[in-house]
C-alpha cells in the first residue's frame, strides 16, 4: 500500500514540474515577444526620424541593376535593409541585412536574395511582434516592401506552404519575388509564405 502511495506521489510530482517547466517556457516566449515589440518599434522610430515615410505604393521604383548591394542604414550598430509592411496582420516591421540567431529575436532577417533580384527571402521569430501570424495570411493579401533608398515595391500572397527545416533547396527554390517564412510552435516545420510583385 506504501509502494502504491509513494509511485502515485512521484507521478504527482513529476506532472506538476511538467506544468510548471511548460509555464516557465510560456512566459519565457512571452518576455521575448515583448522584448521583440520594444525593439522593433525603437527601430521604426530611428528609420522614420532618418527618412519619411514613403507616399505610395503606386511607384515601384527601384534601380535596374540587378547586381546591386541593396542599400543598407546602421541603427544600433545593426544594419537594416528596409521596412516590410503587412497591413492584414498590422504589422510594419524593421528587416535586418543579414540572418543570424541573436539578431532574429530582435527583427526580421534577410535570410536570402535580394529586392533588385525578385528572389529576396526574410525569415522571422514565430512572436506575436514578429510572424506569429504569419499563417492566417490569404491569398491576394498585399505585402509591401520599402528599402532604405525609399524605394518601393508591392506585392500578393499567392500561395502557402508548410515545409521542415532541411528543405533548404525547397525554401530557396522557385520563382517567388518574395519569400516570408517562420518556424511553427515547437520549430518542427516552417510556415511559409510566396509572394509576387504586383
Request: charged share 25%.
Amino acid at each position: 500500500m506504501k509502494m502504491k502511495q509513494n509511485k502515485g506521489n512521484v507521478w504527482i510530482c513529476t506532472g506538476l514540474l511538467l506544468i510548471a517547466a511548460a509555464l516557465l517556457l510560456f512566459c519565457n516566449n512571452k518576455i521575448e515577444d515583448l522584448h521583440a515589440q520594444k525593439s522593433v518599434r525603437k527601430v521604426m522610430e530611428e528609420i522614420s526620424a532618418k527618412a519619411p515615410k514613403a507616399e505610395s505604393k503606386e511607384v515601384p521604383v527601384y534601380p535596374v541593376d540587378e547586381e546591386q548591394e541593396m542599400p543598407v542604414e546602421t541603427i544600433d550598430g545593426k544594419e537594416y535593409i528596409g521596412v516590410l509592411s503587412i497591413p492584414s496582420l498590422g504589422l510594419e516591421l524593421p528587416v535586418l541585412a543579414q540572418w543570424n540567431y541573436p539578431d532574429l529575436k530582435k527583427a526580421p532577417c534577410r535570410y536570402a536574395g535580394s529586392l533588385y533580384q525578385d528572389n529576396l527571402i526574410i525569415c522571422a521569430h514565430n512572436y506575436d511582434a514578429h510572424f506569429g501570424r504569419l499563417k492566417t495570411l490569404q491569398t491576394g493579401d498585399e505585402v509591401t516592401f520599402v528599402d532604405m533608398d525609399e524605394n518601393v515595391v508591392g506585392y500578393k500572397v499567392v500561395e502557402m506552404e508548410i515545409l521542415k527545416p532541411t528543405n533548404i533547396e525547397e525554401m530557396e527554390g522557385g520563382d517567388w519575388d518574395l519569400t516570408l517564412f517562420t518556424c511553427t510552435k515547437g520549430g518542427r516545420t516552417r510556415v511559409t509564405v510566396r509572394c509576387v510583385r504586383e
